[in-house]
């Protein structure tokens, strides 16, 4: 953490500039410098390459509070945890790509998976990749290639610079608004093989968070946003409730038993997801840290606890939402942008149902049942 920026700050004016992101569609530069001062894109960078690790949990709760003043930055945010992605990339070019520093901005968009032709010295890229979020501050960007025989039929990324691709700015959408998750373009760009990397590949880095599975981190990196937004719709209704009477003459929202009831409710289910997934972290990483890997069955409690505490925070604002009242369909009422950025992780492939499905495989000792579990 930076002394001159203060984390309570940063919060501070985003809350002050959250509109402003969701009417641009993206974080811009000078924020996303920001969360670079606060250290939250150096806690994947390997040490060797004067990164900062950080215990998965303890990422996971910034991103949190984050995500419940805004939920896109949130999103944006947690994409500090993804160069563990990279840990598979030649030694040689990780130490490229942190020449200039530990705080590198990744984003990218892996699918659909495009067609890349192989040169003497690599790949000759052409294609658009959707959900590039994060793209338009990044200081690297990944699209995805095919596979070989030599990766096991698991995609590659390839890594480009961000001026070496288009960016066509389609993102209309009723959640997670200011993501900047546009699409990516390129058009006869050519990039050494030395530059692309298996997705879920062996990584060539020795320390504690690249053993870490790394697409697990990045679903719950993306599960943990809900979580903040639905801290952010409890505390509004629990504030709210206690505010002015209805139109009708009807009591407070707080002097009726269902509204208390239902809130309490909301409370409970979603402080006990939250308690999951946490202690599913911070079990692994325990497990990590005396010398072990993460197990199979540890791996399937991380991604079933992501992908339950996403569908459990949307349920939780959808609830607030039904109980609050005629106030809440309003455009400009604030449940509303809490709405739409909750319906948004759990749609994400990591999170989806069948994760629940492919966990519960690996708990009665089958193989998961979706690809890319870990």
Same mark, same amino acid.
């Given at each position: 953490?930076?002394?001159?920026?203060?984390?309570?700050?940063?919060?501070?004016?985003?809350?002050?500039?959250?509109?402003?992101?969701?009417?641009?569609?993206?974080?811009?530069?000078?924020?996303?410098?920001?969360?670079?001062?606060?250290?939250?894109?150096?806690?994947?960078?390997?040490?060797?390459?004067?990164?900062?690790?950080?215990?998965?949990?303890?990422?996971?709760?910034?991103?949190?509070?984050?995500?419940?003043?805004?939920?896109?930055?949130?999103?944006?945010?947690?994409?500090?945890?993804?160069?563990?992605?990279?840990?598979?990339?030649?030694?040689?070019?990780?130490?490229?790509?942190?020449?200039?520093?530990?705080?590198?901005?990744?984003?990218?968009?892996?699918?659909?998976?495009?067609?890349?032709?192989?040169?003497?010295?690599?790949?000759?890229?052409?294609?658009?990749?959707?959900?590039?979020?994060?793209?338009?501050?990044?200081?690297?960007?990944?699209?995805?290639?095919?596979?070989?025989?030599?990766?096991?039929?698991?995609?590659?990324?390839?890594?480009?610079?961000?001026?070496?691709?288009?960016?066509?700015?389609?993102?209309?959408?009723?959640?997670?608004?200011?993501?900047?998750?546009?699409?990516?373009?390129?058009?006869?760009?050519?990039?050494?093989?030395?530059?692309?990397?298996?997705?879920?590949?062996?990584?060539?880095?020795?320390?504690?968070?690249?053993?870490?599975?790394?697409?697990?981190?990045?679903?719950?990196?993306?599960?943990?946003?809900?979580?903040?937004?639905?801290?952010?719709?409890?505390?509004?209704?629990?504030?709210?409730?206690?505010?002015?009477?209805?139109?009708?003459?009807?009591?407070?929202?707080?002097?009726?038993?269902?509204?208390?009831?239902?809130?309490?409710?909301?409370? %409970?289910? @979603?402080?006990? !997801?939250?308690?999951?997934?946490?202690? +599913?972290?911070?079990?692994?990483?325990?497990?990590? #840290? &005396? *010398?072990?890997?993460?197990?199979?069955?540890?791996?399937?409690?991380?991604?079933?606890?992501?992908?339950?505490?996403?569908?459990?925070?949307?349920?939780?604002?959808?609830?607030?939402?039904?109980?609050?009242?005629?106030?809440?369909?309003?455009?400009?009422?604030?449940?509303? %942008?809490? @709405?739409?950025? !909750?319906?948004?992780?759990?749609?994400? +492939?990591?999170?989806?149902?069948?994760?629940?499905? #492919? &966990? *519960?495989?690996?708990?009665?000792?089958?193989?998961?049942?979706?690809?890319?579990?870990?």
């Amino acid at each position: 953490m930076r002394d001159e920026d203060t984390f309570e700050e940063m919060l501070a004016e985003l809350a002050r500039r959250r509109e402003e992101f969701r009417e641009l569609r993206y974080v811009p530069k000078d924020f996303i410098d920001r969360l670079k001062r606060l250290g939250l894109y150096r806690v994947s960078t390997p040490r060797r390459f004067g990164g900062e690790p950080m215990p998965p949990a303890e990422f996971l709760r910034r991103i949190e509070r984050i995500s419940a003043v805004d939920g896109s930055t949130g999103w944006v945010a947690g994409f500090g945890s993804q160069l563990v992605y990279l840990g598979s990339l030649p030694l040689d070019t990780q130490a490229q790509l942190y020449a200039d520093g530990p705080d590198v901005v990744l984003a990218g968009g892996l699918f659909p998976v495009q067609e890349a032709t192989p040169t003497e010295r690599g790949f000759l890229l052409n294609g658009r990749w959707k959900f590039a979020s994060g793209c338009m501050a990044a200081d690297v960007l990944v699209v995805g290639i095919p596979g070989d025989d030599s990766t096991s039929g698991k995609p590659r990324g390839a890594l480009v610079r961000p001026e070496r691709l288009r960016i066509v700015r389609e993102w209309d959408v009723v959640g997670m608004q200011g993501t900047g998750s546009f699409d990516l373009v390129a058009e006869d760009v050519e990039i050494g093989r030395e530059w692309t990397f298996i997705r879920g590949g062996t990584p060539v880095i020795d320390e504690p968070l690249y053993r870490y599975p790394a697409i697990t981190y990045a679903a719950q990196s993306l599960s943990v946003v809900s979580a903040g937004v639905a801290r952010a719709a409890l505390d509004l209704a629990e504030g709210e409730g206690s505010g002015r009477g209805s139109i009708t003459g009807a009591p407070r929202l707080a002097d009726r038993p269902y509204y208390r009831a239902g809130i309490a409710e909301a409370e %409970a289910a @979603l402080r006990s !997801a939250r308690a999951y997934f946490y202690e +599913a972290a911070e079990e692994a990483w325990q497990a990590l #840290a &005396a *010398g072990g890997p993460v197990g199979d069955e540890q791996n399937a409690h991380l991604r079933l606890s992501a992908a339950h505490l996403a569908r459990t925070a949307a349920e939780v604002v959808g609830k607030v939402v039904s109980l609050s009242g005629t106030a809440a369909i309003y455009r400009e009422h604030p449940l509303q %942008a809490l @709405l739409g950025d !909750a319906l948004v992780p759990q749609e994400h +492939a990591f999170l989806s149902p069948a994760m629940y499905d #492919a &966990a *519960g495989a690996v708990l009665m000792g089958l193989p998961p049942t979706v690809p890319a579990f870990r």
